[in-house]
């Protein structure tokens, strides 16, 4: 079973290109999310969505931008890449949009983004 | 804002057991998750607490008091595999995850 998937693994990109990162869950989950990680920080919640065709500002939205087309695809867009978006990136998601916290995130197995 | 407090780093020996504690602020609290995170790999659910008192799931059991802000993770009989980051995660009052930064753990023979 795939569960979610993101692509790519790793990137290396010039400061000022943009990029998206892309995650695909087959589980049917309504909610699903983008946190980035960084070394002696917790995961930081970048945008999520309830349900598909919504989406909302998490921790640190600056610099990205989402979409939710579909329940299955949540992408996240760097329109202009900055050294300090240099993260490991997750995505995830959880069955129910209702009662965020109280659902498993399951989660993907993230993209390494270096931006020089 | 909300804070989360865990060590950064436990040393222990196999078979042995360790506990890894998590304090976090009280207002708006709506749950406490822990997650298994190995080096290089994406975090997996352990437990989940919203009542006070100890779950149990094999070697691993999770507590907590809601009085007190105070979770930890108990990990019995441990095992080379168990060495990785263990991340504790509040559900705040909007239902959004508030992530320690992990501990740390390194298991020794």
């Known amino acids: 079973t795939a569960g979610i998937t993101q692509a790519p693994t790793s990137q290396i990109l010039a400061a000022g290109r943009s990029m998206t990162l892309r995650c695909t869950q087959d589980m049917r989950h309504n909610a699903m999310y983008w946190y980035r990680q960084d070394l002696g920080l917790g995961l930081r919640l970048i945008h999520y969505s309830n349900t598909a065709g919504t989406t909302g500002k998490g921790e640190v939205p600056d610099g990205y931008s989402v979409s939710r087309a579909n329940t299955d695809d949540f992408p996240l867009t760097l329109a202009s890449a900055v050294p300090s978006q240099t993260s490991v990136y997750f995505c995830?998601?959880?069955?129910?949009?209702?009662?965020?916290?109280?659902?498993?995130?399951?989660f993907g197995p993230g993209t390494r983004l270096t931006v020089l | 804002g909300q804070n989360i407090d865990q060590p950064t780093e436990m040393t222990a020996t196999e078979g042995a057991i360790v506990q890894i504690n998590c304090t976090y602020q009280t207002s708006g609290f709506n749950g406490l998750f822990w997650y298994q995170q190995h080096a290089g790999e994406a975090p997996t659910f352990l437990s989940y607490?919203?009542l006070d008192g100890l779950e149990e799931k094999g070697r691993f059991s999770s507590f907590l008091s809601r009085s007190k802000g105070y979770s930890y993770l108990l990990l019995k009989e441990l095992q080379m595999k168990d060495s990785a980051s263990y991340l504790c995660?509040?559900?705040?009052?909007?239902?959004?995850?508030?992530w320690g930064a992990g501990t740390k753990l390194i298991i020794k023979p």
């Open positions: 607490n919203v």
């Open positions: 995830a998601s959880s069955e129910s949009a209702g009662g965020l916290g109280r659902d498993t995130q399951y």
């Open positions: 995660a509040e559900v705040d009052s909007n239902y959004q995850l508030i």
